[in-house]
């Protein structure tokens, strides 16, 4: 059973958005989220929009969003929930490992849990490429801009279906190109499989995803083998973009049974 944490605060939220999308698009539910009292920062991730795909990969990720997670429970001594969207919750479990707010003894910040929204759950040591059975989305076109990059297209249909057309068109014209060495090459120790995480992990499942099917889905959290609570919605593959403000209330209801206020 995991320990309870309580705090006077309301931990941090911090967003790792999915492959091709900046920070920025999430600043709508961000919004959301701080409006339910919880801080909230988004990150970047250094293999999206990369000048040097050669080298962009998902444990490069993980490093950098590290970093930034140090940064805040470290420097700031915050408590952190991470939440993961789509690709972002391969770094995300790199980033987050060994860092459980129930192993630090003696220092004040740390990670209280994990929340993967409609999040890619892959094991160290795989790639998430070799996961899927070594072959790319049908969205996903390689080597373009130009060699080592990717793009996302239809985004439209296959992120966005459920969002009224107009934001539709401009998230999907928002996309940056992503390494896809990012998607090929192997996942860094996940903070998931720690013991330590133990009733500190939940899945956002999203029930009409076009871009990662809700059997793709439920494939993730089973062949984990770890618990994870898993709330529905009934929503695209961005519930940041259609339902904000349901997503932001399942967030901080998980967020509560991880100890966080």
């Known amino acids: 059973m995991a320990t309870s944490i309580t705090t006077d605060i309301k931990p941090t939220i911090l967003i790792v958005p999915g492959g091709w999308h900046s920070a920025s698009v999430y600043s709508h539910f961000a919004a959301q989220l701080e409006s339910l009292g919880y801080p909230t920062t988004t990150t970047s991730l250094p293999s999206v929009n990369s000048k040097s795909p050669q080298t962009a990969t998902c444990t490069e990720d993980s ?14 001594e ?9 690709y972002g919750g391969v770094p995300a ?3 987050a490992h060994g860092l459980s707010k129930t192993t630090r003894d003696g220092k004040k910040g740390g990670v209280l849990g994990l929340i993967y929204m409609s999040a890619f759950v892959v094991p160290e040591g795989i790639s998430l490429l070799d996961y899927l059975g070594g072959k790319h989305a049908p969205y996903c076109v390689v080597d373009q801009p130009s060699e080592g990059l990717s793009i996302a297209s239809p985004a439209k249909q296959a992120f ?3 969002v009224d057309s107009d934001t539709a068109d401009r998230l999907a ?65 961005s519930p940041w973009a259609s339902k904000p403000k349901e997503l932001a209330e399942t967030v901080a209801g998980l967020v509560e049974a991880f100890g966080g206020k």
């Open 78 to 86: 915050k408590d952190v929930v991470i939440l993961a969207h789509s």
């Open 173 to 237: 014209s928002s996309l940056l190109p992503h390494a896809t060495l990012a998607y090929e090459s192997p996942a860094p120790a996940q903070a998931w499989q720690e013991p330590a995480f133990e009733g500190r992990l939940g899945f956002v499942r999203c029930t009409v995803d076009q871009a990662l099917p809700i059997f793709v889905q439920d494939m993730f959290v089973k062949r984990s083998g770890v618990k994870w609570t898993v709330k529905d919605m009934d929503t695209s593959h």
């Open 63 to 76: 490093k950098a969003l590290r970093k930034e997670l140090l940064a805040l429970i470290d420097t700031e």
């Open 160 to 162: 966005y279906h459920d």
């Open 93 to 95: 479990g790199g980033a």
